[in-house]
């Protein structure tokens, strides 16, 4: 029964999506508020109708329901209640469905705002459209209420990776941002196509910028530490093309939110924001492309579909429909000031942009580099990571410069010798720092990521230390203090977080080691300075799997650590091609990962282990969440004083 | 000058710089991706540095050397690779499998030192896709 009410319940709102998007059209064409009530009216029945098709399908996957295709494909009887209810996202048909009822929320939202904004309608119809298109995927081309005409008594099951808490929420976080997207694109469109001359659009984008840039660092964060937990290769970004498209809509945000600021500000670089909006829209829209259609081979293996050629479709037509409004309007987007110094916080803006594109542009390139090799020489070649480590090494150092000064450059014209006066000290400290570590450790490029940190985290505490002399001198309270200045101190929060994410990255790169070592019981190890003992094996089985475990003690100087890696074997595999798992053990500190993986047992009755050591792994996880936390404090911030 | 057209310079020169890295860098990493026949057809390829090579694990084929490290044979329609690998296996790798596998080629033994592994989508030849209802089609 639930299959037919979530199938005519989508079937019904695709009709009247449709309905919506004419009544929007010609109520927006013909200046008629009537129509374009209606046009709302029919937003909140699609929000209403598509939850109503997404409830059905979980109902169907938690009462693990067999006749219905979908189930039978991702879940079994085995299957716990939380990974049947994640089975949701874990197949092309169920993904879809959650992506349009994520998109439908936001549309709603939109919809019952209280905003009087003339640009609403024109938006809501472009994400109508887009909701539209995805809509007519689930409908026509890959329906999740597909029946079986015998319903088998037991699915194939959940392929055991995914059965991790970090994957299990890791799509849907990165999903939320991902169609958070839609809205500011949605915005710019509406402002380039109603000849607006205004700023507006930016300032109905911002929250949802910020809110999408939230979502999309947390969904790289999630899934760089399920590969790292679940994945046993000691690693956890391989520059794989699934990742690639994930973090490419991030870095244009990034650049977006920055370069928005002088919009907001200064009415300045307005065509530019307009086209960051676009490309990050389309980059989206194509990571979905990728990681949907199998077009590049990765080693995430997502399952191979027909919507390819209509996702190839919708890019064009969105592609063509932007590049066409942009030519025809963008005369009404002449910037009424201009940018009158080059140190100015307008100009380190425009820097900023430039490093954020080249480093996607690298990315790009080296995702679609063995398409472009095959269309053009016959051979398909690919890029290693050292192609994305050569280029954009320079950018990120780049970036960490401007990222310590901007800040602190005023609009419109700064003065070099005010500027120089107060880096003095910082830049004294953080070159003493750098050419300290270089002594201790003889690594350039780590002397260089150091002196960088250290003064980016010197200037904004040097900032901050003044603020609040002058402040204080001044009898104000601090909480005042901080809400007067409390955009710029979560910019600060954020910044700090980053850097403590890019020092991760660095010394966790650069500085890991790995060993491979084969022990029987009882027998000890020793490689450099660690000795490793292997205490105990045992075997356990239960009804789905059964285990083999290793106990071990690692002594690191006068530390010991006890580690407990395993081997899973599913009994019940299902469909799935996977019945082994290996449960890596892990243990960190703030300084170093112990990482280690039960290869297996030899022929001579001895275990082979891999052992990591991974240090600072713990600040990447750490800055990415200090970043976060400064993301939502900007996000649920109400107050907009000295903004 | 006004600063409008320094702006420009600056830019143009950074984006001519990163032009040039990155074709270094594309040089100095790049891996062919070829199929197991397309390696045995042309001899001239395992001259090349580093090879990407992708072919289904042969049944029974995969060996456990002493030394940690294993040997399996790959195969296409046409033909058949051997290949030693030393690394992590991953938890898919099996008969039957798609792996991939990086490295290169001596004395037409593959040696890799990457390997991955896909599940095969078994979508359209399965059980269940042969009894399924479609409202739609």
Same mark, same amino acid.
């Given at each position: ?56 399908? $979980? ?154 840039? $939230? ?35 991030? %870095? ?37 492309? $990728? ?124 003065? %070099? ?114 000795? $490793? ?111 | ?19 040039? %890295? ?116």
């Amino acid at each position: 029964m639930f299959n037919n009410i979530g199938e005519t319940a989508l079937f019904l709102s695709f009709l009247i999506s449709i309905l919506g998007l004419f009544s929007f059209s010609i109520g927006i064409l013909k200046k008629d508020d009537k129509l374009i009530h209606i046009g709302s009216r029919c937003v909140v029945s699609t929000f209403f109708l598509v939850t109503i098709s997404l409830i059905s399908l $979980i109902y169907l996957l938690v009462t693990k329901d067999f006749s219905n295709f979908y189930v039978a494909k991702n879940t079994s009887n085995d299957l716990s209640a939380l990974y049947s209810f994640t089975a949701l996202w874990a197949g092309q048909e169920g993904s879809l469905l959650l992506w349009s009822w994520i998109l439908s929320i936001y549309i709603f939202l939109l919809t019952i705002s209280k905003s009087k904004s003339k640009l609403i309608p024109a938006a809501q119809n472009v994400i109508l459209f887009v909701l539209g298109f995805f809509i007519f995927l689930i409908v026509f081309i890959e329906n999740p209420f597909e029946l079986l005409l015998q319903p088998p008594t037991n699915g194939r099951g959940l392929n055991p990776i995914l059965q991790n808490i970090y994957m299990a929420i890791h799509p849907l976080t990165l999903y939320v941002g991902y169609i958070a997207l839609t809205v500011p694109f949605a915005f710019s469109i509406a402002s380039i196509l109603s000849k607006d001359g205004s700023d507006d659009w930016i300032k109905l984008s911002k929250k949802w910028t910020y809110f999408s840039w $939230i979502f999309l660092l947390g969904g790289l964060l999630l899934g760089s530490r399920w590969a790292y937990l679940e994945l046993g290769w000691g690693g956890y970004w391989a520059w794989d093309p699934v990742e690639n498209v994930a973090l490419m809509p991030w %870095l244009v945000l990034t650049a977006f939110i920055h370069s928005s600021m002088a919009q907001e500000m200064r009415s300045l670089l307005r065509r530019w924001n307009i086209v960051l909006m676009f490309l990050a829209f389309f980059l989206s829209i194509f990571g979905t492309f $990728i990681t949907r259609s199998g077009l590049i081979s990765s080693v995430h293996s997502f399952a191979q579909s027909k919507i390819g050629i209509y996702f190839i479709i919708f890019i064009l037509l969105i592609t063509i429909v932007s590049v066409f409004s942009y030519q025809k309007n963008k005369k009404f987007l002449l910037s009424k000031e201009d940018i009158t110094s080059l140190v100015s916080k307008e100009n380190f803006f425009i820097f900023n942009n430039i490093f954020f594109l080249v480093i996607t542009l690298t990315v790009f390139l080296g995702t679609i580099f063995p398409i472009l090799s095959e269309a053009v020489t016959g051979e398909k070649i690919l890029v290693g990571p050292s192609f994305y480590n050569l280029v954009n090494f320079p950018n990120v150092l780049l970036l960490m410069l401007l990222m310590s000064i901007a800040p602190i450059v005023p609009w419109k014209k700064g003065n %070099l010798a005010n500027l120089y006066k107060f880096v003095f000290i910082p830049l004294l400290i953080s070159l003493v720092s750098g050419i300290a570590t270089f002594i201790l450790l003889n690594e350039l490029k780590t002397s260089l990521v150091v002196l960088l940190s250290i003064l980016v985290v010197a200037v904004m505490l040097k900032e901050i230390i003044i603020d609040f002399k002058v402040q204080l001198q001044d009898r104000m309270e601090i909480k005042k203090i901080i809400t007067l200045k409390a955009r710029r101190y979560c910019a600060f929060l954020v910044h700090f977080g980053i850097i403590v994410l890019i020092l991760g990255i660095n010394f966790s790169s650069v500085f890991a080691s790995k060993y491979d070592v084969s022990l029987e019981k009882g027998e000890t190890a020793i490689f450099e300075n660690y000795k $490793i003992e292997l205490i105990d094996t045992y075997k356990k089985e239960n009804e789905a799997k059964s285990i083999l475990g290793a106990i071990l003690i690692l002594h690191d100087g006068g530390k010991t650590y006890i580690l407990n890696p395993e081997q899973n074997n599913y009994k019940y595999e299902g469909n799935r091609e996977i019945n082994k798992e290996t449960e890596v053990a892990i243990y960190s500190t703030l300084t170093k990962d112990y990482y280690v993986i039960l290869v297996g047992e030899n022929l001579k009755g001895n275990f082979n282990f891999k052992i990591h050591i991974n240090p600072m792994v713990s600040l990447i996880w750490i800055g990415s969440l200090i970043s976060i936390v400064g993301g939502i404090i900007l996000f649920v911030r109400k107050r907009e004083i000295n903004d | 000058m006004n600063p409008k057209a320094k702006i420009k310079i600056v830019a143009v020169a950074l984006i001519l710089f990163f032009s040039f %890295l990155t074709f270094k860098a594309v040089k100095s990493s790049l891996v062919y991706y070829l199929t197991v026949s397309e390696v045995q057809e042309r001899e001239s390829f395992s001259k090349l540095k580093r090879l990407r090579v992708s072919g289904v694990v042969e049944r029974g084929s995969i060996k456990r050397n002493e030394d940690g490290s294993i040997s399996f044979i790959i195969r296409d329609k046409e033909s058949t690779i051997y290949v030693q690998y030393k690394g992590v296996i991953p938890d898919v790798f099996r008969d039957e499998v798609q792996a991939v596998v990086e490295g290169t080629i001596e004395d037409k033994v593959f040696l890799a030192n990457k390997l991955f592994a896909k599940c095969p989508t078994k979508y359209e030849d399965d059980k269940l896709g042969n009894n399924r209802l479609s409202f739609v089609q």
